[in-house]
């Protein structure tokens, strides 16, 4: 029942009764991640506007007994601006000839990484950008700088993530996110949108019914003109916009673009597009957005034959990415799942955008936690590591 829905269930009821018998010191505090793509998937549900439906999400979670419940813009931002470094480190090691660093693969999507680790061993790894997910940069942010704040030994920390599919749940039992010392994994129970829809239907509730709360900001607000703002997203694909913003960041930083228009084409099909950065008829910068295995698998082919002419690919297991992710609501009246991701992508451009530059949270942590942007604390809590892993006989080989 390890990271399930039954184990989330049977950890808040355990809370209650800690509490029930005033056994307070020995209760969990619980807290709750909520990623932007399950709450439009659930918004969508429930016909809510996105803001409502975070705040619904968070009454109920409340509601359930957890103590806190965060949004993840932060360590969405973390995560944007640690790739982008990685991105500017590997094109110039490239341009000293350095072998293995570009193009940088993306990392964020477990299903993509293990499938990887799994099937190409050695050679596909050290492309695969070292810069950890938001879900995992938000676990080391909860349980080893919210605990600090709050006066919390990290094993007394119960961390719920709500994702939008089943593979963060892969990602949440890597060893590397297992801290042995303290026995606490970073997140300790990933919630898919299906399984949160599940609950609220064998619990005879509407998320409609549910008495709204407060998304908790521990570390302020991330824009001071937009404080009341609770829900963000970023430009580019709504798996969180890497390619897009890595593009802006490296034509700037690397070639002086400043304001770059960035517009991904499709090429091939619809789960394969390209941008170019391109000046006096020499192309600076090639990226790509690859979803779906069977673009996949085309691009690791020709990284294997030495054909690919990308420097960066924003690479997502699922067909449209996460807004489509595996355990994503499934759609309703008669709506086809390309529909659907497309509608959520529209309310997702829809949303205020985060600047992760200018993320006033993001900016501090980096001082107040990681003790600056190129520390080893930084490293050691924004980035993680790959392993060659056996052949593939596992559920996840079988998905594929
Ligand atoms: Fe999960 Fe699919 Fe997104 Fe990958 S693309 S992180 S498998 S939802």
Redesign the pocket.
Known sequence: TQQSQEELLRVLQENQNFRENGKQEEARFIVVSLSV?PVLSLAERYGLDPESATRKLAGHFRQLGADMILDMTAADDFSLLESAREFIERYKSSQDNVKGQIPMLAS?????VCYAEKTHGNFILPYISVTK?PQQVMGSLVKYHLTKYKGLPPERVYHISV??????KL?ASREDFYNELKQTRDVDCVITSIELENMLISQGVSLNDVESGEIDRPFGAYNKEQSDKILWGHQGSG?GGYAHFIFQYAAYHLFQEANTTVEFKNLRNPDFKEAVLEKDGKILLRFAIA?GFKNIQNLVQKLKRGKSPYHYVEV???PS????????IRPQDGLQPRELAAKLETVYHSLPLSKPEENCVTLSLYTTWLEGEHSDKSAAFLHTQYHEIEKMNTALAIKW
């Open positions: 793509q964020s999507c477990p299903g993509w997910s994702m939008p599919c089943y593979d963060k990602e798996s979803n997502m297991a699922c990415g996460c807004l489509n992710g595996g355990a994503q």
